[in-house]
């Protein structure tokens, strides 16, 4: 899937990427758009990719300017809570009405400092949900910083706690989102 689209007169591209695919590229990204960053641990970020297993077995979107990656996001799909990334975080018991899967999560989604407040992440969302959908996932679960809150209420997810620090940016808050795909 691509599709070309124009901000402030120049263009871009959204590109499903099929795996193995400009993954290193992705890992890079991370790190570039991550490592200025408050809260987060230096030594995490001093490595030049930001790769897990999970990006083996996950979806991903880039934007693309100029065929150079600006934006990133993945998501994955899981049948059990259990296995959605750092499940371990939140407690599962506070799902309540959502308990039950299968899940599509939300994760790693990344914009370069140069590239961001020209709605990337927006962009991003909406395929990412697109795809949720037309892969049958009940419900889809995002683990935002605080500034990502409002725009996911504004597609729908509802907030539902903080998680605990993740170890690559123990000074920073995580929230817990879900929303609903099986209305």
């Keep these: 899937m691509k599709s070309k689209f124009e901000i402030e007169n120049s263009e871009f591209l959204l ?67 259990s ?41 991003l969302d909406q395929a990412r949900i697109q795809f949720a959908q037309s892969q049958g996932a009940r419900s889809i679960i995002a683990q935002p910083i605080a500034s990502r809150i409002k725009p996911l209420e504004d597609l729908g997810f509802v907030y539902l706690g903080k998680i605990k620090p993740l170890y690559q940016m123990p000074e920073r808050q995580i929230y817990f989102m879900i929303k609903d795909l099986s209305k």
């Design 83 to 123: 296995s959605v990334p750092h499940a371990n975080l939140f407690d599962e018991t506070l799902l309540g009405q959502f308990a039950e899967g299968p899940f599509a999560s939300l994760n790693r989604l990344v914009v370069l400092p140069g590239f961001r407040g020209k709605g990337f992440s927006g962009v």
């Design 15 to 81: 590109t499903k990427l099929d795996y193995p695919e400009r993954l290193d590229e992705m890992g890079a990204l991370r790190v570039a758009a991550w490592k200025e960053e408050q809260g987060i641990s230096k030594d995490f970020f001093s490595h030049k990719l930001w790769l897990d297993d999970e990006d083996l077995l996950a979806h991903h979107w880039v934007i693309t300017h100029n065929k150079v990656i600006v934006a990133a996001a993945r998501m994955s799909f899981h049948q059990e809570y």
